[in-house]
């Protein structure tokens, strides 16, 4: 089975068990300026669960477009070291607004995950949370499910909430047991080990209470459900692969990086880390510029800025000196265009868009490697192991280099990168900027220029954006 066939199936089942299939939305959240990224199914559904919308269904399920890049729930710097995490992947998602509960959605999950998709039971585990003893008893009564296997976890991974107040409630998840070959292999790894053997498959969160000011939890009148599962994991779980990376969802992407660089992926561990994130970040490149982000100097544009930058850095680590992204994007769109079509339409932009960014870093991205490496050598001279928040902002200054970019090179050569440090210097030039120059936000623009950039006029925004940012860079 191909992603893309996991895909089809998961919205097959949930439709046919009476779901209404709901296109993904966009990853810049309509109407919610608190949010960088869409980052889950959820979240184009807030306002049916919060009861202030009411669609004409009461179920519904999605394959939805995510970014957890910045913002709370931030992946970025897991990509490259983790199997499981990336900065865009698809998170497919069956709801239920205040109709079935938890017995039919632990019913639904085990049935697509051990008929559809064929997940031996054996392999399987879930999490309840802690007082769960209805999620616990109802597990208890799936007979393939051995025992044992149903393991209560703190409020940490287990209970989930919209917000300090408002709906929240108990989760359950499902995790796979990929034996030990795949994890950390300490003696004490079991489920909750942030290593990869006991992968987590899927989140059932069951939206039982509300919050209030106070803390306290009251009954919701209509409980409802809300689940998460990453298309990335199952998929690769489903072809025997231990990383995502290996699944036939990345292989055209991956392929064609080690294509342009002249290298074979599997070849050598930085080889394989290189190739992994420069297709992860192409991913997230080209979905985010085609639903309109750009990269900039500050909120969204400045998390697209980099993660581009990040994978031409990573480029270069493989000997790419010249704008290869372009390509890349373009076989993307190859993988891609199918379930996401609107993709085909950003062609143009994207190339563009990429072409600009790349040629300007790489303009300084050698000079900044060599200052870089100078000052970790100085450093290492003199028995130091870390790298200063002032010197990183230095390089973020004159070269426009991201810090993640410096905390990857450093712990290639076992230092450490004083990030805290880096962001305290971007916060004096921050307040200083602010003083002398006054930014115009979103909200402070007229609202033909807003209407205009929800029909989907961005190109304007483009131009507006690039004078008006300041910096090198920018
Ligand atoms: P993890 O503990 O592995 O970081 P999570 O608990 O943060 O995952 P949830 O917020 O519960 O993830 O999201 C629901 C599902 O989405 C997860 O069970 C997983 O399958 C998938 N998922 C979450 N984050 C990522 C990511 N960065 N890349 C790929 N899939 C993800
Ligand atoms: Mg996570
Ligand atoms: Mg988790
Ligand atoms: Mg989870």
Redesign the pocket.
């Known amino acids: 089975m191909t992603g893309n066939d996991i895909r089809k199936q998961f919205l097959a089942y949930f439709a046919d068990k009476g779901h209404t299939v709901v296109e993904s939305s966009p990853l810049v959240p309509h109407d919610d300026p608190t949010l960088l990224f869409t980052?889950?199914g959820m979240v184009q559904f807030k306002r049916v669960f919060m009861g202030e919308e009411k669609p004409d269904y009461v179920r519904a399920v999605t394959s939805q477009r995510?970014v957890?890049a910045g913002g709370k729930?931030n992946?970025l710097e897991?990509?490259g070291y983790?199997a499981?995490?990336?900065?865009?992947?698809e998170?497919l998602g069956n709801f239920s607004f205040g109709d079935y509960f938890k017995k039919d959605a632990i019913h639904y999950a085990w049935d697509f995950l051990t008929k559809e998709v064929g997940l031996d039971p054996q392999k399987l585990w879930v999490s309840v949370f802690d007082d769960d003893d209805e999620a616990f008893g109802l597990w208890e009564k799936v007979k393939e499910l051995p025992p044992g296997r149903i393991v209560r976890m703190g409020e940490k991974?287990n209970f989930?909430a919209m917000g300090d107040t408002g709906p929240c409630g108990p989760?359950s998840?499902?995790h796979i047991d990929q034996g030990t070959e795949a994890g950390c292999g300490r003696p004490d790894c079991k489920l909750g080990c942030?290593c990869d053997r006991f992968?987590?498959?899927?989140?059932l969160?069951f939206m039982q209470f509300n919050r209030s000011e106070d803390g306290s939890l009251t009954p919701l009148p209509k409980p409802s459900i809300d689940?998460?599962?990453?298309?990335?994991?199952?998929t690769a779980v489903t072809q025997g692969k231990f990383t995502?990376y290996d699944s036939d969802l990345f292989s055209g992407i991956i392929t064609a990086i080690a294509d342009v660089a002249g290298v074979r992926y599997g070849s050598e561990p930085a080889v394989n880390t290189a190739l992994r994130v420069i297709a992860d970040h192409s991913r997230a490149t080209t979905f985010l510029v085609a639903d309109g982000v750009l990269p900039s100097n500050e909120g969204r544009g400045y998390v697209l800025r980099r993660i581009m930058r990040r994978a031409i850095r990573y480029g270069r680590s493989l000997g790419l000196k010249k704008p290869f992204l372009g390509g890349i994007i373009e076989a993307v769109i190859a993988e891609m265009g199918e379930p996401y079509p609107h993709l085909h339409g950003a062609r143009e932009l994207l190339a563009k868009v990429v072409y600009n960014e790349e040629v300007r870093f790489l303009e300084t991205l050698d000079h900044g490697l060599a200052m870089l490496h100078q000052e970790m050598k100085r450093l290492q001279e003199a028995g130091e192991k870390e790298v200063s928040g002032d010197f990183i902002f230095k390089l973020y200054d004159t070269y426009g280099f991201p810090v993640d970019i410096v905390k990857d090179i450093a712990i290639e050569k076992g230092m450490l990168a004083d990030e805290p440090g880096f962001n305290a210097a971007m916060e004096v030039q921050r307040s200083q900027s602010k003083k002398s120059w006054k930014s115009t936000s979103l909200a402070e623009m007229g609202p033909g220029v807003r209407a205009l950039l929800d029909k989907g006029v961005r190109t304007r925004f483009v131009g507006y954006e690039m004078r008006h940012h300041r910096g090198l860079i920018g």
């Open positions: 980052n889950a995510c957890r729930h992946d897991n990509v983790t499981r995490h990336h900065t865009f992947f998170m991974d989930w989760c998840e499902i942030d992968l987590e498959i899927w989140n969160v689940t998460g599962m990453g298309l990335e994991r199952i995502n």
